[in-house]
């Protein structure tokens, strides 16, 4: 690589999302090398220089110029109270494509019902600044204190409560805890430095990483279907087709039979193709998508 090509350094998150991040990077057209021993992978872009870092801490290291951009979440924005620049949402998660929640989090026989309940309390939490504000505007007084991690045995173990990340509860529940309420929900950003932000060469490699990942993202959920149609069913088929925009119609080299394509929610592709053969649709294939721009 020349020693003075222009570089874009952006932080990805090492630990819980790492694995979905590089994934998820792979769907976009980039091919991210992890070595277990370096905090820095290769990537098959001679324009970026990755760095791995915990997600608690990226937006202080995009804050401050050390990194031009990184992956996080919008919890640790806010724990940090980082000025950075919001380029994208990114809505993915350690195990599903949605936001997380951040919830206050208690024994299943304890007698904290409410928020109110925790006045006088002692909750451990790792995002310590988030949980006491929401206290604070529920006028509630309790002393928070920060968790080093294994922050659901602390609950058990003679804390009150406690502020904890859930994606799908499970956690919570093999623990014995109960739900008292949702801190915050936390989706997972694309941030920038605002002086990078501020210069063009940067700004534009970054709105287009953006673009692949939110394509990649989009198309995670979205299949594509091809289908052979006859002239004489093509109204009933297209009749049962739900799509982004209209399906794509062209004729195929006999002039009775169409070929039409769509994307499509993968979700309902069970409930649509039996419905789609009965409407007359012949040659049906389902395809996977990497992206998906709008």
């Not at 294939?285 to 992206?291: D, F, Q, V």
Request: net charge positive.
């Amino acid at each position: 690589m020349e020693k003075d090509k222009p570089r874009l350094k952006l932080g990805l998150p090492k630990g819980s999302l790492q694995d979905s991040t590089v994934r998820l990077f792979k769907k976009a057209g980039f091919s991210i090398g992890i070595n277990e021993r370096s905090y820095f992978p290769s990537i098959d872009d001679d324009e970026i220089e990755v760095i791995l870092l915990r997600a608690q801490e990226m937006s202080r290291y995009v804050e401050d110029g050390v990194l031009d951009c990184g992956i996080t979440g919008r919890d640790w924005i806010l724990e940090n109270a980082s000025k950075v620049v919001m380029v994208e949402e990114l809505v993915y998660a350690k195990q599903s494509m949605r936001p997380v929640r951040w919830v206050i989090a208690v024994p299943q026989d304890s007698k904290v019902k409410k928020v109110k309940d925790l006045q006088g309390k002692r909750v451990a939490t790792e995002l310590v600044n988030v949980t006491k504000e929401y206290l604070k505007k529920n006028k509630v007084n309790a002393k928070v204190e920060f968790s080093w991690g294994a922050t659901e045995v602390k609950a058990i173990i003679g804390i009150d409560a406690i502020v904890e990340i859930t994606e799908t509860g499970s956690s919570l529940r093999a623990n014995k805890l109960r739900e008292v309420a949702t801190v915050c929900e936390s989706t997972t950003q694309l941030v920038a430095n605002r002086k990078s932000w501020m210069t063009p060469w940067k700004r534009d490699k970054i709105e287009n990483l953006a673009l692949l990942l939110k394509g990649a993202i989009v198309a995670e959920e979205k299949v594509g279907l091809k289908m052979n149609v006859n002239k004489d069913d093509l109204k009933s088929v297209l009749g049962a087709l739900p799509a982004m925009k209209k399906p794509t119609v062209s004729h195929l080299s006999d002039p009775d039979w169409y070929d039409v394509d769509t994307i499509i929610d993968e979700r309902v592709v069970k409930h649509l193709i039996p419905k789609l053969k009965k409407a007359g649709a012949r040659g049906i294939i389902e395809y996977p998508l990497n992206k998906v721009i709008y």
